[in-house]
Structure formats: structure tokens, C-alpha cells
């Protein structure tokens, strides 16, 4: 055999040597896309629904939150309408009531004071002190009244 021979049968059997692992290489590939493409078409079928789910369970919130709001603004309309009726309620009948209120405590007070000195016509009248705008001033300070 001549260097040449051997040259060619080295490069034959290198070229040999390459073809086969790049065989192994190519079928590990394969399999590997297949298993690939098996995952992707899963995950397709169970992301459909998944999908389809969230878009009605989206649709479902945003009724909900429509209602929400519509229920909110009913709410702010009531508590106006409320507070506006309390306002009329207190300014038409808060002072007449504060008025009779004042006149059956008087009513009351003379009532009671007449009782008393029915009941007892021989008791010392009551110390009495006169009120000057807020204020109380003792009977010492007082003018004696001719009895």
C-alpha cells in the first residue's frame, strides 16, 4: 500500500466516524422536536380552555364590578336624599320643638312651685339668686327685699 492508499483509508474511515455521530446527533434531535411538539399540542389543548375560562371569568368580574357601581351610586343618592331630609326635618321642627319643650318646663316649674307652697305654707322661703348672663349672684351680694 502506498501513503496514498492509507491517506484515503484514513480519511474514509474519519469521514465514516463523523457520518455516524452526526446520525446520533440528527436522531437525537428528532426526538427530541417530537417530544417538543407533543408538549406544545398539550399545552395547547389545556391552555384553550384555560383561556376561555379566564375571559368568562373576566367577563363575569366586570359585571359584577358594573353592578357594584350601580349599587354605589344608589347608595350616594340615598345618603344625599337622607341628609338633605334631615337638614328640612331639623330646621322646620327643631326650633318649635325646642320651644315647647321650654314651655312645658315652665309649665312645669310654676306648676311645682305652686304645690310647694300649698303644701307647706310655713316654710322659710328658698334661697334665691338672680342670673345675670351666665352668671349667678349669691344673695349676700344682693339688695334685701322689703318683705
Known amino acids: 500500500m502506498t501513503g ?85 326635618v331639623a330646621s322646620t321642627f327643631g326650633g318649635p320643638l325646642v320651644k315647647v319643650a321650654a314651655f312645658g318646663y315652665g309649665v312645669r316649674r310654676a306648676l311645682g312651685r305652686g304645690r310647694a307652697a300649698e303644701d307647706a305654707p310655713q316654710a322659710a322661703p328658698a334661697a334665691r339668686r338672680t342670673v345675670i348672663v351666665g352668671r349667678t349672684v349669691p344673695s349676700s351680694r344682693r339688695r334685701k327685699q322689703k318683705g
Open 4 to 88: 496514498g492508499e492509507v491517506a484515503g483509508i484514513l480519511v474514509a474511515v474519519f469521514w465514516a466516524i463523523l457520518v455516524s455521530f452526526l446520525a446520533v446527533v440528527l436522531v437525537r434531535l428528532a426526538q427530541t422536536l417530537r417530544a417538543t411538539t407533543r408538549l406544545v399540542a398539550d399545552v395547547t389543548e389545556q391552555a384553550v380552555p384555560l383561556l376561555a375560562d379566564a375571559s368568562a371569568t373576566v367577563r363575569s368580574a366586570q359585571t359584577q364590578l358594573d353592578r357594584v357601581d350601580a349599587i354605589a351610586s344608589d347608595v350616594q343618592e340615598v345618603t344625599s336624599n337622607a341628609s338633605a331630609l334631615s337638614t328640612t
